[in-house]
T-cell receptor, first 113, second 117 residues
Framework: KQEVTQIPAALSVPEGENLVLNCSFT??????LQWFRQDPGKGLTSLLL?????REQTSGRLNASLDKSSGRSTLYIAASQPGDSATYLC????????????FGTGTRLQVFP | GAVVSQHPSWVICKSGTSVKIECRSL??????MFWYRQFPKQSLMLMAT?????????EQGVEKDKFLINHASLTLSTLTVTSAHPEDSSFYIC?????????????FGPGTRLTVL
């Protein structure tokens, strides 16, 4: 059974810092991995999607890497801003044959001015 | 593009009543939609997969007679929480994939907060 874990569970930093959020999954046989952002009481916004054959994806100040063999993904946020404050979730899609996503436990990020 | 809406955004009901939540794909057709539940400070847990024109597939531990799912069209799926109880209070989120755009990304609705008194 695939399990997805994220560390740290919470993070509070001053703005301007570069951040690393970690995601681990127990079964390396995944189809893709996705990072989402969730603001309090809101739905999810997709940030980055990495296919199993890819090593990383970048969008603006965000960079996500994937090491499938070790069951890890990292979301790197450069020059953090207060507007980055949210919960970040990673999710794995376990195979091509299913759209089902298994979500991680989330990292609650607070960036203060 | 690829917008998913949910209605209502929040609902408060008395214990024992039923509540219907709608999930709509506004600018694309979704043969498959997903329903998730999220308890405070916890992650999303998949409840069921909603397939247009057929019965939903429920995850282990989710009561299909309590959480009725209907996917009657390519743009609408509904989740009905029957005989709701306080322990059903949660944040319910739906998602859908827009595979015609050639992307694997799922698009999520804004969620519905259900409070059962």
């Amino acid at each position: 059974k695939q399990e997805v874990t994220q560390i740290p569970a919470a993070l509070s930093v001053p703005e301007g810092e570069n951040l690393v959020l970690n995601c681990s999954f127990t079964d390396s046989a995944i189809y893709n991995l996705q990072w989402f952002r969730q603001d309090p009481g809101k739905g999810l916004t997709s940030l980055l999607l990495i296919q199993s054959s890819q090593r990383e994806q970048t969008s603006g100040r965000l960079n996500a890497s994937l090491d499938k063999s070790s069951g890890r993904s990292t979301l790197y946020i450069a020059a953090s801003q207060p507007g980055d404050s949210a919960t970040y979730l990673c999710a794995v899609r376990i195979s091509y044959n299913t759209d089902k996503l298994i979500f991680g436990t989330g990292t609650r990020l607070q960036v203060f001015p | 593009g690829a917008v998913v809406s949910q209605h209502p955004s929040w609902v408060i009901c008395k214990s024992g009543t039923s509540v219907k939540i709608e999930c709509r794909s506004l600018d694309f057709q979704a043969t498959t939609m997903f329903w998730y539940r999220q308890f405070p400070k916890q992650s999303l847990m998949l409840m069921a997969t909603s397939n247009e024109g057929s019965k939903a597939t429920y995850e282990q531990g989710v009561e299909k007679d309590k959480f009725l799912i209907n996917h009657a069209s390519l743009t609408l799926s509904t989740l009905t929480v029957t005989s709701a109880h306080p322990e059903d209070s949660s944040f319910y989120i739906c998602s859908a994939g827009d595979y015609d755009r050639g992307t694997d990304t799922q698009y999520f609705g804004p969620g519905t907060r259900l409070t059962v008194l």
